[in-house]
Nanobody, 127 residues
Framework: QVQLAESGGGSVQAGESLRLACEHS????????MAWYRQAPGKQREAVAA???????YYVDSLEGRFTISLDFGKNTLYLDMFNVQASDTAMYYC?????????????????????WGQGTQVTVSS
């Protein structure tokens, strides 16, 4: 079974940068899609970005340019680099994954597409 473990969250000031990491293991399939989601207090969980092991990357339009998703195959780790963070980025960030599929631009926004979820890592941005 796929296991995901996020790390890297914390409290930062607006304008700073932060790197989140998601260590992953237990893959059965040779191809998969991984994503970052976030959930702010009182709001629904929303997609941030997705990356598959075919090296395809997708972003929600509002975050592309400030966030970068990447996958280090040697370290079995998915990253989310966050630049110029804003108070609106305050949320619990989750790593998600699904096997036997690549990522697709119209599908990675659907949380129900992902079978595996991590416990989350909290990001708090103060202005």
């Amino acid at each position: 079974q796929v296991q995901l473990a996020e790390s890297g969250g914390g409290s930062v000031q607006a304008g700073e940068s932060l790197r989140l990491a998601c260590e992953h293991s237990g893959w059965r399939s040779n191809y998969y899609c991984m994503a970052w989601y976030r959930q702010a207090p009182g709001k629904q969980r929303e997609a941030v970005a997705a990356f598959d092991n075919n090296n395809d990357a997708y972003y929600v339009d509002s975050l592309e340019g400030r966030f970068t998703i990447s996958l280090d195959f040697g370290k079995n780790t998915l990253y989310l680099d966050m630049f110029n963070v804003q108070a609106s980025d305050t949320a619990m960030y989750y790593c998600a994954a699904v096997e036997d599929t690549w990522c697709y631009p119209d599908e990675f926004r659907q949380a129900t597409r992902f079978r595996y979820w991590g416990q989350g890592t909290q990001v708090t941005v103060s202005s």
